[in-house]
C-alpha cells in the first residue's frame, strides 16, 4: 500500500501545491499533516524536522473562496435588506453549496489553465472550414465545455462563463436544448456572483435565464421553462432593497412569468394583475362570444404547470411580493399557486396553506367583503379544508373584521392563541402580515421615519406652548363646575335658541310656512 499512498500524496500535491522541499513520496504527504497529539507528544521531533512543525498551506484561502462566491462590493451578499441573485432566491442552499468549490494555485493551475487555452483552440479550430472539412459544432461546443470546467477549476468567473455561452449557442443550433439550457443557467449564475457593474448583471442574468427558458420551452419543458422565466424577471431587481417598490417593466416581466405556471383563464385572481394583459386574451374576439372563451379555457387546461413542487415557486413568488408591499401582484401569484394545486388534485394541506394564505392577503389589503365570500364559496367547498387547522384560522380572523373586533383579532393571531400552530406553518412573510392585519383599512407600512419627524416639531410646539396653555385650562373648566341654576337655564335657553336659527334657515322649522301649506285647499 505504500505506493498507494505515495501516488496519493502526489496527486493532492500536485492539486494544491506543494507541503514542503524536505521528504518525497508518502513521507512528505505524512508529515505535512501532523496531528496535534503526536507533536504535543513528541515535541524534540516537531523541532527537529521544521518542514514538518510548519502548518500546511490550505487550498482554501479566503481570495479563493470569494472569487469563487463572487461576493463583490457592488451587490453585498449578506446583507438581508438588498435582493439576492435568483438562483439564492429560489434556489436555497445548493446553488450556494455548489459555488463553494476549491480553487487550483500554483503549478497546477498554470496547467489547468494551459489545458483549457488547449481546449478553446481545439474548438475554434472545429469551426473552421476546410478544403476537406466543414464546421463542427457539436465537438466545438464540448470542447468549449471542457475549457469552461478548466476555468471553473481555477476560479476564473469571467472566461467561464464566457465559454459556457459559446457552448450554449452551438449546442441550442445543434437542437441540444438539454445541454444547452444547462450551460446557460451555470452562466447566469455566474453572471451574479461576477465583478460587472450592477445594471450588466442584471442585464445578462435576465438574458441568459431566457434563453435557458427557450431552451427548455423547445424542449418540451414547461415546468422547467416556467422556472427559468421566473429567475429571468427576479435578475431584473437583483441589488435591489427589499423595502423598494419593483419598478413597472420588471413587475411585468414577473406577472407574465407567474401565468407561464398557470393562464389566467384559470385563476380565478386574474383580476389583480397590475401590468399587462393575458397571452390567453384575444383583443380582436367578441367579449360575449362564449366560443372564444371555451377555446381559451381549454387551451389554458393544456399549458398549466402541475409538476411536483411548482406551487412552492408560486408561493416563493407571493413572498417576496409581499415584503415589497405589492399586495395585489402577491394575490395574483397565490392564486396562480391555489390553481396548479387544485389541478394536480392530491394535494391536502399544502391547498389548506394556499386558501388560508389567501385570505391572509385579502383581509390584509382591507376587503373583508371578497375574503368572506372566497371563504364561503371557494374554501369550504373543499371537503378536506373544513377540518383543517387553516380553516379556524381563517374563519376567526374574517369574524373579527367582520365585526371590528379587535379583542377578536389579537386573541385570533395570537402566538399563543388557539392557532398558533397553524400560524407557524405559513410562510415568514405572511406571518407578519396577520399581526399588520387591521379591523377596518389595509394594512399599513411601519413609517419610521415620518414619526420621528413627526415628533419633532411637537416637542417644540409644547415648548413653546406651556406658558399660554395653562391658564387655558383651569378658565374653561371652573365656570363650568360653578354654574348656578339660573345660569344653566340661560344657558340651554341660548342653545335651543341656536338650533331654531339653524333649522329655521334650513327651511326645517318655519311653522309661518307650514300653517300656509294647512290653509291650501286641495279640493
Known amino acids: 500500500m505504500s505506493h498507494y499512498k505515495r501516488d496519493q500524496a502526489s496527486n493532492r500535491d500536485a492539486l494544491f501545491g506543494g507541503v514542503g522541499s524536505s521528504g518525497s513520496g508518502g513521507g512528505g504527504g505524512r508529515k505535512a499533516r501532523p496531528s496535534s497529539t503526536r507533536s504535543a507528544a513528541s515535541p524534540t521531533s516537531a523541532a527537529?524536522?521544521?518542514t514538518a512543525?510548519?502548518?500546511r498551506p490550505s487550498p482554501r484561502n479566503n481570495a479563493g473562496i470569494r472569487s469563487t462566491l463572487g461576493s463583490t462590493s457592488n451587490t453585498p451578499v449578506n446583507d438581508p435588506q438588498i435582493t439576492p441573485g435568483p438562483s439564492e432566491i429560489f434556489g436555497g442552499k445548493i446553488a450556494s453549496r455548489n459555488r463553494?468549490?476549491?480553487?487550483?494555485n500554483g503549478q497546477a493551475k498554470i496547467d489547468k489553465m494551459a489545458e483549457a487555452e488547449d481546449n478553446r483552440l481545439k474548438a475554434k479550430q472545429a469551426m473552421t472550414r476546410g478544403i476537406f472539412s466543414k464546421p463542427d459544432p457539436i465537438s466545438a461546443a464540448n470542447f468549449y465545455k471542457r475549457a469552461a470546467d478548466a476555468y471553473k477549476a481555477c476560479g476564473e468567473n469571467r472566461l467561464e462563463r464566457l465559454h459556457r455561452i459559446a457552448s450554449?449557442?452551438?449546442?441550442?443550433?445543434?437542437?441540444?436544448?438539454?445541454?444547452?439550457?444547462?450551460?446557460y443557467t451555470r452562466a447566469a449564475e455566474l453572471a451574479e456572483i461576477s465583478d460587472e457593474t450592477l445594471p450588466r448583471k442584471r442585464q445578462e442574468c435576465h438574458k441568459l435565464h431566457s434563453d435557458a427558458a427557450t431552451a427548455w420551452a423547445n424542449m418540451g419543458e414547461k415546468g422547467r421553462s416556467a422556472e427559468?422565466?421566473?429567475k429571468a424577471a427576479f435578475g431584473l431587481i437583483m441589488g435591489q432593497d427589499l423595502t423598494a417598490a419593483i419598478d413597472k417593466k420588471a413587475l411585468a416581466r414577473i406577472e407574465e412569468s407567474i401565468e407561464t405556471f398557470v393562464p389566467d383563464p384559470l385563476n380565478r385572481k386574474r383580476n389583480y394583475r397590475r401590468n399587462g394583459i393575458s397571452a390567453y386574451d384575444d383583443p380582436n374576439a367578441d367579449p360575449n362570444d362564449k366560443s372564444a372563451l371555451r377555446n381559451a379555457l381549454e387551451l389554458a387546461k393544456q399549458n398549466i404547470v402541475t409538476d411536483s413542487y411548482a406551487h412552492e415557486t408560486l408561493f416563493q413568488i407571493g413572498a417576496e411580493l409581499i415584503r415589497r408591499r405589492h399586495y395585489e401582484s402577491a394575490l395574483y401569484a397565490l392564486g396562480a399557486g391555489t390553481a396548479s394545486l387544485e389541478a394536480e388534485g392530491f394535494a391536502t394541506v399544502s391547498l389548506s396553506r394556499a386558501y388560508v394564505s389567501e385570505t391572509v392577503l385579502t383581509l390584509a389589503m382591507g376587503d373583508t367583503v371578497a375574503a368572506s365570500q372566497d371563504f364561503q364559496r371557494v374554501h369550504l367547498q373543499r371537503t378536506s379544508y373544513l377540518s383543517s387547522r387553516e380553516c379556524a384560522l381563517g374563519e376567526d380572523l374574517i369574524r373579527a373584521c367582520d365585526a371590528m373586533d379587535l379583542d377578536a383579532l389579537d386573541e385570533a393571531r395570537s402566538k399563543t392563541g388557539p392557532h398558533r400552530a397553524a400560524l407557524a406553518n405559513l410562510e415568514p412573510a405572511l406571518r407578519g402580515l396577520v399581526m399588520e392585519i387591521r379591523v377596518s383599512g389595509r394594512a399599513k407600512k411601519e413609517k419610521k421615519n415620518v414619526d420621528v419627524v413627526s415628533k419633532k416639531p411637537a416637542k417644540t410646539a409644547s415648548a413653546i406652548a406651556p406658558p399660554a396653555a395653562a391658564p387655558t385650562k383651569p378658565v374653561l373648566s371652573s365656570p363650568k363646575a360653578e354654574l348656578s341654576s339660573?345660569?344653566?337655564?340661560?344657558e340651554t335657553a341660548a342653545s335651543f335658541e341656536e338650533m331654531d336659527d339653524i333649522m329655521n334657515q334650513?327651511?326645517?322649522g318655519d311653522d309661518e310656512e307650514e300653517d300656509d301649506d294647512d290653509d291650501i285647499d286641495l279640493t
Open 48 to 50: 527537529s524536522s521544521p
Open 53 to 55: 512543525a510548519a502548518p
Open 100 to 104: 463553494m468549490v476549491s480553487i487550483l
Open 168 to 183: 450554449g449557442d452551438l449546442q441550442m443550433g445543434q437542437d441540444a436544448y438539454a445541454t444547452a439550457a444547462a450551460e
Open 228 to 230: 427559468s422565466t421566473v
Open 486 to 490: 339660573d345660569d344653566l337655564l340661560k
Open 506 to 508: 334650513m327651511g326645517l
